[in-house]
């Protein structure tokens, strides 16, 4: 008696990834909103200029020429030239990868220590709420500038102190968000039933509750980046921040502005507008992020 092989039946179509589901969103998102599609524009410019910027300058952006010294814009040099007769276009161009770093350093460090303990002390509550309640009142008992420049001038006008002073004062938003969202969440459905399927708090509160919250947590990433880079170019603008010779778009302003009485406008102009634009374009990046990766949005 022969037997029959059993005959596999087809596959059934395979459904759309959610991820692709996510770029199938934000694409239709860019299309329908010319605003969000213009800051994400803007924000491939940026990072092109902070990866790539150094390579692609026309000058070296820390030699000087004191024969060139305050020429105006011209072919030559398109944003003119400074005190020192340094090319002020290469100097904006690579001034954008230490701001970028800075903003994107301080903000990484701030979601993960004020994020994670804001959804500790909204997920376990008692001590652990009273303890992250009373560091986040603390801290915004201050004039949030004004700590910064006191963590700065204690601990130094370093790179990594600037990230550190950024982060510190950030920290009460993203653990108070943290903190509701995690609150609303610890007694969901979802979370009951990976406690009864035997995961362990920790478990739940990094595998289950903290993926729930990224989305409002990306969107408050994308909005604090604009006040890192304001945060950082204010402190170089005092004097607290980067040291010179160093690119930075507050050092040029503040250099830039003594000339502005005299008539060279330009010097502290281009570095203004760089800042401005960075802050304009993470700012209005929030909004489109919020449209892309909140899951309540998509149709």
């Known amino acids: 008696m022969s037997s029959v092989a059993p005959v596999a039946e087809p596959a059934a179509p395979a459904r759309a990834s959610g991820l692709a589901a996510m770029f199938e969103h934000a694409r239709y998102v860019l299309g329908e909103n010319r605003v969000t599609a213009f800051a994400f524009a803007l924000l491939l410019l940026i990072v092109f200029a902070a990866l790539l910027g150094p390579f692609v300058v026309p000058h070296d952006p820390l030699a000087s020429d004191t024969a060139a010294a305050l020429k105006a814009p ?164 005092i004097g607290l921040g980067v040291c010179p010779p160093t690119a930075e778009w507050g050092i040029m302003v503040a250099e830039g502005a003594s000339f502005m009485v005299s008539g060279e406008w330009w010097i502290a102009l281009f570095p203004g507008l760089a800042l401005m634009l960075a802050v304009f374009c993470f700012n209005l990046l929030g909004d489109g992020l919020r449209d892309i990766v909140d899951p309540q949005r998509r149709t």
């Open 74 to 237: 011209s072919a030559a040099h398109w944003f003119g030239t400074d005190q020192l007769g340094r090319d002020i276009f290469s100097r904006v161009i690579v001034a954008t990868r230490l701001d970028c770093f800075i903003a994107v350093s301080s903000v990484a460090l701030v979601f993960l220590l004020g994020g994670l303990a804001g959804i500790a002390a909204g997920y376990f509550g008692g001590w652990t709420d009273r303890i992250v309640g009373r560091i986040a009142d603390t801290i915004m008992a201050f004039p949030l500038f004004v700590l910064a420049m006191g963590i700065v001038a204690a601990l130094g006008n370093t790179v990594q102190n600037i990230i550190i002073a950024t982060a510190i004062v950030n920290f009460p938003l993203y653990a108070r968000v943290a903190r509701a969202e995690g609150n609303v969440r610890r007694n969901a459905g979802f979370v009951q039933a990976a406690r009864l399927s035997g995961n362990g708090e920790f478990r739940i509160l990094l595998v289950h509750i903290l993926p729930n919250i990224m989305p409002i947590m990306i969107v408050q990433m994308s909005l604090t980046m604009g006040y890192a880079i304001l945060n950082a170019a204010g402190l170089s603008f």
